[in-house]
């Protein structure tokens, strides 16, 4: 099982991003996606979640900021940030929580 995310990099405050997590070794359109961050010295946190049928959840910091999505065919869980700020700063890791298998982290980095 393998989940790669990609998209991570340097941002001003007000920038986008787009992360992706491409996933293999599972039946993904059945799994559960999540993306997770990780800010310097605090816990890991869930920014957003989204099941098999497309129902989502996001963290109240990025509600109507970030946007969590799929494309099965792809086996490819997606999160558009927009409005970052520098609290979003932090590795952001994506979670299959079906089977509780994680990627690997991508860095995001929002500049005042």
């Known amino acids: 099982v393998q989940l790669q995310a990609s998209g991570g990099g340097l941002v001003q405050a007000g920038g986008s991003l787009r992360l992706s997590c491409i996933t293999s070794?599972?039946?993904?359109?059945?799994?559960?996606m999540g993306w997770y961050r990780q800010a310097p010295g605090k816990q890991r946190e869930v920014v957003a979640t989204i099941r098999s049928g497309g129902e989502t959840y996001y963290v109240d910091s990025v509600k109507g900021r970030f946007t969590i999505s799929r494309t099965n065919a792809k086996n490819t869980v997606y999160l558009q940030m927009n409005n970052l700020k520098p609290e979003d700063t932090g590795v952001y890791s994506c979670?299959?929580?079906?089977?509780?298998?994680w990627g690997q982290g991508t860095q995001v980095t929002v500049s005042s």
């Open positions: 070794g599972t039946i993904f359109s059945r799994n559960t």
């Open positions: 979670r299959d929580l079906t089977n509780n298998y």
